[in-house]
C-alpha cells in the first residue's frame, strides 16, 4: 500500500502510513518498505524524518547498514540538501558501488561543492571504477560552474575516446563551453549535429551561451531560426531571449515575443511571466510590466523584487513601497 501512495505521487499519505506501520508491532517492516519509505522523504526533502528514520535503521541493522539501504539514505539526505551527512555515510561505507559513488558526486555539485566533486571522480578512478554518464554530467557540470576549461576539454575527450554518448551530452557540453569563454567551440558543437538530431534543450543550451556571451544578437537570431526549422520553444528558451529584448528592436520585439508565448499557453510560467515585467519594466514601459504581473496567477520572490525594482528604476518609489507592504501581509521574504 505505501508503494502504491508513492508510485501515485502520494507521498504524505504513505508516509503517515508508514508511521503506523513502525508504530505497530504487529508488523514486520522489510527493506522494500524502508527504501519505499525512504524514496517518499526524499521527494519531500523531509529531513527532519530522514534523520529519524536513519536513527531506525542503524538500531535495527547495528550500525553496519546493507549496501543499497546506505544508497538510499545518502540520495534522502543529498535531496535534502545535507551532504555533511550523505558524505558521513558515504565515508563510514566498508563497500560501495558505482551509485554510492555517483550519488555522492551529484550531491557535492548540485550543492555547488565543485571541487570536492572533482577530487572525489579521480578518487572512484582510483578504486577501479569506469566513469560513466551519470559521473562525466557532473564532470562537466562542475566544469562549467568553476569555467574550468581544462577539465572541460579533458572530459571531452574522455567522452570521444571511450565513444560514450548520452541524452543531453550535446547541451551539457555547450553549457562547459560557453561558461568557459568558448562560444565559437560551444557553436561549433551546435553546427555539426543535423537539424534533426537539436531537441529543445540543445537549442536553449545554445541561445543561452550567446546570452551568457552578451551576444544578444546571435541569439535572436537562433530564436528566429529555431522558429522557422519548426522546433516550438518553451517556456525556458522564451524566458532566455527576452532580456535580448532590451538592446534589439526593444519593446516592439518583445511584445511580438509575448504574443508568442500567449499563443502556445507559455505565459503562464511563473519564469516567463517575470521575464516578461523585467523586460517590459528596462524598455521603458512600466505600465504594461504592472499589467503583466497583476495578470499572473502564480508569482514568487523573484516576481515580486522584479516588479519593484521596476517601479524604482522608473521613480515610482510610492508603488514600490506599496508593494512592499503587500509582500510583508503575504509573509513574502525577499531576502531569503
Known amino acids: 500500500m505505501i508503494g502504491a501512495y508513492v508510485q501515485n505521487a502520494c507521498y504524505e499519505e504513505a508516509l503517515a502510513l508508514f ?11 522489510d527493506d522494500v518498505t524502508l527504501l519505499t519509505s525512504l524514496t517518499a522523504i ?21 550500525n553496519r547498514l546493507p549496501l543499497i539501504l546506505s544508497n538510499v539514505v545518502m540520495v534522502m539526505y543529498s535531496r535534502c540538501n545535507d551532504v555533511k551527512s550523505a558524505f558521513d555515510i558515504f ?22 561543492l565543485n571541487f570536492e566533486g572533482l577530487i ?7 578504486d577501479g571504477l569506469v566513469v560513466d554518464p551519470v559521473a562525466v554530467t557532473a564532470l562537466l557540470s562542475a566544469a562549467s560552474n568553476l569555467g574550468n576549461l581544462r577539465v572541460g576539454r579533458e572530459t571531452h575527450g574522455y567522452l570521444i575516446r571511450q565513444g560514450i554518448e548520452f541524452e543531453g551530452m550535446l547541451s551539457y557540453l555547450i553549457d562547459m563551453y560557453a561558461k568557459s569563454c568558448c562560444v565559437e567551440t560551444a ?3 551546435f553546427d555539426i549535429y543535423e537539424c534533426g538530431e537539436r531537441d529543445q534543450v ?4 545554445m541561445i543561452a551561451a550567446y546570452m551568457h556571451d552578451e551576444d544578444q544578437e ?3 537570431l537562433l530564436f528566429r531560426k529555431m522558429l522557422v526549422e519548426n522546433h516550438l520553444p518553451n517556456e525556458v528558451t522564451i524566458s532566455l531571449i527576452l532580456p535580448a529584448c532590451n538592446t534589439l528592436g526593444g519593446i516592439q520585439v518583445g511584445k511580438q515575443i509575448q504574443a508568442f508565448a500567449i499563443r502556445q499557453i507559455l505565459d503562464t510560467h511563473v519564469f516567463v511571466g517575470t521575464a516578461l515585467v523585467d523586460m517590459f519594466a528596462k524598455c ?8 503583466v504581473f497583476d495578470r499572473m496567477t502564480e508569482k514568487n520572490r523573484v516576481t515580486y523584487t522584479t516588479m519593484i525594482l521596476g517601479f524604482g528604476q522608473h521613480g515610482l518609489g510610492d508603488r514600490a513601497l506599496s508593494l512592499l507592504k503587500q509582500c510583508s501581509l503575504l509573509e513574502l521574504s525577499l531576502m531569503e
Open 218 to 220: 546571435n541569439s535572436m
Open 19 to 29: 508511521l503506523q506501520v513502525l508504530g505497530s508491532n504487529k508488523v514486520v517492516v
Open 202 to 205: 540543445t537549442w536553449n543550451a
Open 284 to 291: 521603458g514601459a512600466i505600465e504594461l510590466a504592472e499589467k
Open 187 to 189: 557553436k561549433r558543437l
Open 91 to 112: 565515508c563510514q561505507m566498508a563497500e560501495r558501488d558505482a551509485f554510492t559513488w555517483n550519488t555522492m558526486i551529484s550531491a557535492f555539485v548540485q550543492n555547488d
Open 120 to 126: 572525489l571522480i579521480y578518487e572512484m578512478q582510483k
Open 42 to 62: 526524499s521527494l519531500l526533502q523531509d529531513g527532519r524524518l530522514g534523520r529519524q528514520v536513519h536513527a531506525y535503521l542503524i538500531k535495527e541493522n547495528s
